[in-house]
């Protein structure tokens, strides 16, 4: 099983990977994360992206490509992967298409997870995250049953200070300008795959995995 998840910030990629890697045992690879673990493991291409970094530039395309391409050669991602932040826009697709059919692993899925924009504005502004075990509540929509304590570890939870208005907006406008396109560009390959992400977390996850077993795509 080789899939994609798109969607705006907010969307809920997140949790429907990890999920999705938990049902199917594959990895979920982000990027950011491969980038910090690149960065960390003082790797020749860790230390170049973090010169990079540093100098607040962006890591280039190539060095990404390289890097999700050693990631892809790991055992546990032989027998598939869900990529999560990576591509961002059309080239980053198309280079990624490069490398993965050189690889003979092309993707089969790309899985859009749709909602409103003034809904995930609510959802980023409303969010807060523990400290502690890293779970994830809404003021909104999902409040933890004591105000700013985890539910699931008694934790405190945090608001990121970038979780604002303002700041998710100029977000969006990124995103519809630059990787919105991505869904015709999956929707010509007949790889789309388009959920409505105003349900609740499981009822997504069924409609994906539904999907996909119907599919057999594995």
């Known amino acids: 099983m080789r899939i994609l998840l798109l969607g705006a910030p907010g969307a809920g990629k997140g949790c429907q990977a990890k999920k999705l890697a938990a049902q199917y045992r594959i990895p979920q690879i982000s990027t950011g994360d491969l980038l910090r673990s ?116 008694g934790g405190t939870l945090v608001h990121r200070a970038d979780d604002n208005e303002t700041t998710i907006r100029s977000r969006l406008k990124i995103y519809h300008t630059q990787t919105e396109p991505l869904v015709n560009y999956y929707k010509h390959q007949h790889k789309l795959l388009k959920i409505d992400g105003m349900g609740d977390i499981e009822g997504i996850f069924l409609v994906v995995s539904d999907f996909l077993n119907e599919k057999e795509i594995h």
Do not use: W, Y
């Open 38 to 153: 690149a960065v960390s493991s003082g790797s020749s291409i860790g230390l170049h992206a973090k010169s990079i970094m540093d100098a607040g530039q962006l890591v280039p395309d190539e060095i990404v490509l390289d890097i999700i391409e050693n990631r892809l050669q790991e055992p546990d991602a032989l027998s598939g992967f869900i990529l999560d932040g990576f591509p961002r826009n059309e080239k980053q697709a198309l280079a990624l298409d490069t490398m993965l059919t050189k690889m003979n692993t092309p993707l089969e899925t790309a899985v859009l997870i749709d909602v409103k924009d003034e809904i995930l504005v609510q959802r980023i502004v409303g969010r807060e995250s523990c400290n502690d075990c890293g779970q994830i509540f809404n003021l909104f929509s999902s409040p933890p049953e004591k105000d700013h304590l985890c539910d699931s570890c």
